[in-house]
């Protein structure tokens, strides 16, 4: 941990998330100890006496976006103590205490405990201590519960082993007790998160902790972050029986060729990654399957990107995130030959973006004219957003307030990408035409 500088009269915070929902959970759960030690949590566009930015570091842009907003939050505020937390930190600390107005920089080993030093730092100096325990704190529909974070079985690509450490995991009973406690906050849904979820090995694993809070909890949604072909089996996907496990599985990919697969050291073939989506759509209706793919990979050739492409175009991808390769230091694939040049990443990533697009725009067409409940977030401009359990975004205008409540609601059109929505509740639904998103 790097620190610097000297603090007095600190009361409001800010706190800005890069990169997983892992990290989104730690801020969240930051975000909580320092209203508890009486400071006041802001939107991170204020001028905060301190800004806490929550790093990430899997590609150079996430690495890019982090320097950047370090700076703008010391433009912001020249006097704000600036932490600097997270992956990036944890890879690099030396690189972002250089920054100017970085006065303390901690990397994930230390995030938990970043309050109390703070408080050390400034002697607890403040002039209100009292907090009512939410106030501007902006919470969310959905909580993100952390259950385990590292991982003993690095890809090739992959920073993340280096800078999350080995697995570790949560015991069940307190991550049932954070789910309860977020229940009795009014959430309506919650989040399972970690690096790897699907490795989390207490008391029989992922199904067995999914199967207690189901059974113990009265959480009307549970989503799970991310997950592996593997765990897919079929006495998982029984779980799905209860509806209130969201039909929605993210299943990183990273390419649809199976020789780049093994460079990258991806523990499954396309064909196991082709089974595991057979199974969970025959076990859960109207799934949503959502994956991220990686070109440019060392030595892709223009065959192995063409593999790729068009696995992912029978695959019906509800959601695809797309990414360059972007090598990072100290990985395995960092010292591969045969990179590939900007320009043909660019030209493979575009490529990749419209297919899904059009992908996605199919998925999202199959639901027009359909009933579904949507789990309303906020409202602006007039215009609600929520999202269903299958992950689909919906907007729609209502008189009525509709914030973190869960609506019928049917699904009229498409517009821009997104669909439109009217609630079914009589009056407090408004027909949407002309309204541009």
């Known amino acids: 941990m790097t620190v610097e500088g000297r603090w007095s009269s600190l009361e409001t915070v800010a706190l800005q998330t890069l990169g997983c929902k892992l990290n989104q959970a730690e801020t969240e759960s930051l975000a909580r100890k320092f209203l508890e030690a009486g400071y006041k949590v802001v939107s991170p566009d204020q001028a905060a006496d301190i800004y806490l930015l929550n790093t990430c570091t899997v590609t150079h842009i996430a690495d890019r976006k982090s320097r950047n907003l370090l700076r703008l939050a010391h433009r912001r505020n020249p006097h704000a103590l600036i932490v600097a937390t997270g992956c990036y930190a944890e890879r690099a600390r030396d690189d972002l205490s250089s920054i100017e107005g970085v006065s303390l920089v901690a990397g994930n080993r230390d995030k938990e405990r970043l309050v109390e030093v703070i408080e050390a730092m400034t002697n607890g100096s403040r002039h209100c201590r009292a907090n009512d325990g939410q106030q501007g704190l902006s919470?969310?529909?959905?909580?993100?519960?952390?259950?385990?974070?590292?991982?003993?079985?690095?890809?090739?690509?992959?920073?993340?082993?280096?800078v999350r450490g080995r697995e570790t995991n949560r015991p069940e009973e307190e991550i049932i007790a954070e789910v309860k406690a977020r229940v009795g906050e009014g959430y309506k849904e919650v989040v399972l998160t970690g690096t790897r979820i699907g490795s989390y090995n207490h008391n029989g694993g992922l199904a067995g902790l999914t199967g207690c809070i189901l059974k113990e909890t009265e959480i009307q949604r549970l989503r799970l972050s991310s997950l592996e072909p593997r765990d897919l089996t079929s006495e998982f996907l029984q779980l799905w029986d209860d509806n209130r496990l969201c039909p929605h599985i993210h299943l990183p990919l990273q390419s649809g060729s199976d020789s780049v697969l093994k460079r990258m050291g991806r523990a499954y073939s396309t064909?196991?990654?082709?089974?595991?989506?057979?199974?969970?759509?025959?076990?859960i209706p109207n799934l949503a399957l959502t994956g991220d793919i990686m070109v440019g990979f060392p030595g892709e050739s223009e065959e192995e990107f063409e593999e790729s492409y068009r696995f992912c175009e029978?695959?019906?991808?509800?959601?695809?995130?797309?990414?360059?390769?972007?090598?990072?230091?100290?990985?395995?694939?960092?010292?591969?030959?045969?990179?590939v040049r900007d320009s043909e990443k660019n030209r493979r990533c575009r490529l990749m973006l419209d297919l899904a697009h059009g992908s996605s725009q199919h998925y999202r067409g199959q639901f027009v004219g359909r009933n579904m409940k949507v789990l309303w977030e906020g409202c602006k401009d007039g215009v609600w957003f929520g999202l269903t359990d299958n992950y689909l975004r919906v907007f729609s205008s209502s008189r009525e307030q509709l914030a973190n409540e869960l609506v019928e609601t049917k699904m009229m059109s498409l517009l821009n990408g997104s669909l439109w929505g009217e609630l079914e509740t009589g009056d407090a639904a408004l027909k949407g035409e002309g309204v541009i998103l």
Not at 144 to 154: D, R
Not at 272 to 279: K, Q, T
């Open 271 to 283: 064909a196991e990654y082709d089974r595991a989506v057979s199974r969970a759509r025959e076990a």
């Open 139 to 162: 919470l969310r529909t959905r909580a993100l519960v952390k259950i385990q974070e590292g991982c003993s079985q690095p890809c090739s690509f992959c920073i993340v082993p280096r």
């Open 314 to 339: 029978r695959m019906g991808f509800a959601r695809l995130h797309v990414f360059p390769y972007s090598a990072r230091p100290g990985t395995r694939a960092s010292r591969m030959p045969g990179a």
